[in-house]
């Protein structure tokens, strides 16, 4: 059992607190749920619209083909009747209206009007629904209440979700939230930002809870701010994230570099969206993906992770920040739009296994070493006020940290940082660094937020396997070689313009990847997407 | 503790005779009795340079320190605090480093007022890439990027960090130690953004200021109201940073006045994070989204 819905309306109206609203209360009455937004880059008027699909199966991808239409504006219902499914029904204002005007309330309680209506045709029971909007809108919800209630009594019964009995209320997040509680799990201290779509909702995340959770968030001047002052306090012994998005990461480039000569730990979070430059401001994309294994002067190690979603931004952000604190590097979390502010359900949330350790020494020499060159590369981590003289260095330096300029000390210094690779390549194998999923045998690549898609249309192409690639960089190349020679066909799947992966891949393994299917016009897959690109391969 | 205490081993790459030297020795000086007047503790003392000929002054000061990139002092500075609000953070720029690179940054931190000292070593030439014209040189100047005279007026940047709303603003000379030293002294003291202007001519690149600043410098008198904004102003406006005619150069004090810090906007921001030891309550930080 399937239904998709869709809210509608002008920004402002309030369709993206709606759909999460609905969403929510399907996922505790045991419900899996997908939520999709879709917006344009302004404040008020245009067209927003959020897409949900409800199911008693596991979901994680939208559709444009709707049970349901909740227009908030007329506009939603001249847009989107098209692809209404036959016998599927449409609420808009000629419901809303009389009872918004009966209340004598304002134009936003259309919106509870349309929730009460909605659940009453499914035969939810009203208190659940009421309770649910206490919870989200507070004590003062008089109005919100009565309005969804108007709504309720409005409505008809027409039919009824049937759900096993053993349905557990499910957990029901997004990409964001999932990196936000990752982020906290391993220990965030500092999170700095400068806003910019998709990566300002995790600024706004933890700055919320920043009191609860005992972090600090700070909106430093801009990016170039951000990331020099994250390396300030990562210097200062802090387990230290910036975010951005394209644009944003562009500036961060140079600060990039500098993490990687003073070997001071940093976790990037980018959110991607389509670009050159401002791009599509508001839409998804995965064209950053070269920009982030290739940003920054000169030659140094980083992670470059890419969740697929919201579970697994969870478990890659704390391996993130396991990672960049043990190596001393910067690893940065790969997302977009779509993951980012997608909502997703799951039976439970897992965490990572690995331990949030700072990496630092409890009781360092006095004659400490801030680039003592080791076995590993790793030089043990101290930090200002434990005593001993730390230091860190942008220009090539030797092992206390003072500025060199001799060749000997110049390779040393350069072998040292790149001797990690070796154990950090091992260290990442045991991390699931690429996930398959089904049987067949030819071969679907890609990673990130297309995951969702890809695996909702995996049952109806029993011949195809999916070979997710969680970890771009290192990449692991030995396994992703063997999958591919193994398949008959191989496909390569990228919200890009190019297939940047194919590239990547090509790279590492030699191997040449001629099938692709891209999208680029700022949306993310669907399965019927997919499925109909894949029938002209 | 004695200045020689800071010493490290590196050679002094400066050029024979540069007054970073003078700087240097100023700044040895002030941290030394700084810490046996039991006012700062070594250990949480923390210097972050930007790259120029100041930035050598990393490797010659035996203490905890970051040499950041150019232009970005001051947010490695805001970090390090936000970071263990417990260090004393020093930072030194060059003039361009600060002026041109970086001025957005500069701009903020006189806003933001962080418990951070920003030294400027203004030697109005881009030294260490051969002297070329930067933000504080005067209009006229000729160099080999700028055949045909600098064009525009320098920034006055002592107006500019009144006008932020500075803290503490004061400027020394480098071929001035003891007054430096006690500037020095009283901006790592002062609780806020403490900015110094200091004075440090260039002998290869910039070489009439020397002369000129010799014979013009002199020490901002007694009966000056640091309190009183207008009359910092107004003192701050005495010298244009140009060499047309004589003209009388102020050191010392301008302005001093007390505002909450930035630190302090953050109820959570106590101790230094990595003595924290944090206890992960899965289920508390899942809760919501059940």
Redesign the interface.
Known sequence: MEKIILIGGEAGLGSAVTSHFIGRIFASLGYYVFNYRDYPSLIRGGHNFNILKISDKPVYSHEYHYDFILALDQKTIDIHKKDLKKGGCVYGAKETEPIVQKLQGPKILANDVLIGLLFKHFGVALNVILTTAEKVFGKNADLIKKAIQEGYQLGCEKEKFSLKANSKPKYFISGTEGMGIGAIAAGLDVYLAYPMTPATSLLIFLAKKQIEHNVLVFQPENEIAVVNAALGASFAGVKAMVGTSGGGFALMAEGLSLAAMTELPLVIYLGQRPAPATGLATQTGQGDLKFALNAGHGEFLRVVLSPGDAQEAVIRTQEAFYLSNKYRIPVILLSDKHLAESNYTFDKIEKSALAANRFILENPLQDYKSYKTTPNGISPRAVPGQGPVVRANSYEHNDYGYTIEDPVWGVKMQDKRFKKLDFLKKEIDKLNPISIYGKGSNLLISHGSTKGAIIDALPQMKNFRFLQISYLKPLPAEIISKEIKKSKKVVLVENSATGSLADVIKEETGITIKNKILRYDGRPFTTEFLMDKLKKI | MTPQDLN?K?ANTWCPGCPNSGILNSVKEALSELVNEGKLSI????L?TG?GCHG?I??YL????????HG?V???????????P??TVIGFGGDGDTFDEGV??F??ACRYNADITMMVHTNQVFALTTGQANAITEKGFIDGSTPLGQGEKPINSIVLALELGATFVARGYALQGPHLKTLIKKAIAHKGFSFIDILQPCIVYHKYSMPYLNKNVYQIEETHDVGNLNQALEKAREWDYSYEKDTKVPAGIFYETTRPTFESQ????KT???T?D?K?D?SK??KE??
């Open positions: 490290t590196e250990k949480n003392t923390a972050v790259i050598k990393f490797d035996n203490l905890n320190g970051f040499n950041g990139l970005r001051l947010p490695v500075c805001l970090g390090m605090k936000l970071g263990n417990d260090l957005s940054h701009v903020h953050w109820p959570q921001l230094p994070w990595y924290i944090r992960i899965w930080i899942t989204f059940l």
